[in-house]
Nanobody, 120 residues
Framework: QVQLVESGGGLVQAGGSLRLSCAAS????????VGWFRQAPEKEREFVAR????????GYADSVKGRFTISRDNARNTVYLQMNSLKPEDTAVYYC?????????????RGQGTQVTVSS
């Protein structure tokens, strides 16, 4: 069993930055592909970024490429999402999930999420 807890969300002006953290319990987490997703009100879940078990491979949605960076520290069982040049359309609840499987990004575990609000 893995528990995921996100933190680091908040209110920021457009152009600002935030760093989200996803802290996990369970030793298996360090072997998982981990992803960040977001969901805005009345919108579908949107994939944001993913990272391989050792951090050597990452992937991003086109909407965040060049602005967001995913990283991990397996010694701390934590995955991060550095978000720069934030835009109002980035406003959503962000959550991490693992382990990611397949092109549909299925997963077994997810956190409750952290709210990110970007004002214009």
């Amino acid at each position: 069993q893995v528990q995921l807890v996100e933190s680091g969300g908040g209110l920021v002006q457009a152009g600002g930055s935030l760093r989200l953290s996803c802290a996990a319990s369970g030793r298996a987490f360090s072997n998982y592909v981990v992803g960040w997703f977001r969901q805005a009100p009345e919108k579908e879940r949107e994939f944001v970024a993913r990272i391989s078990w050792n951090g050597g491979n990452t992937g991003y949605a086109d909407s965040v490429k060049g602005r967001f960076t995913i990283s991990r520290d397996n010694a701390r069982n934590t995955v991060y999402l550095q978000m720069n040049s934030l835009k109002p359309e980035d406003t959503a609840v962000y959550y991490c999930a693992a382990p990611l499987r397949g092109t549909a990004f299925e997963y077994d575990y997810r956190g409750q999420g952290t709210q990110v609000t970007v004002s214009s």
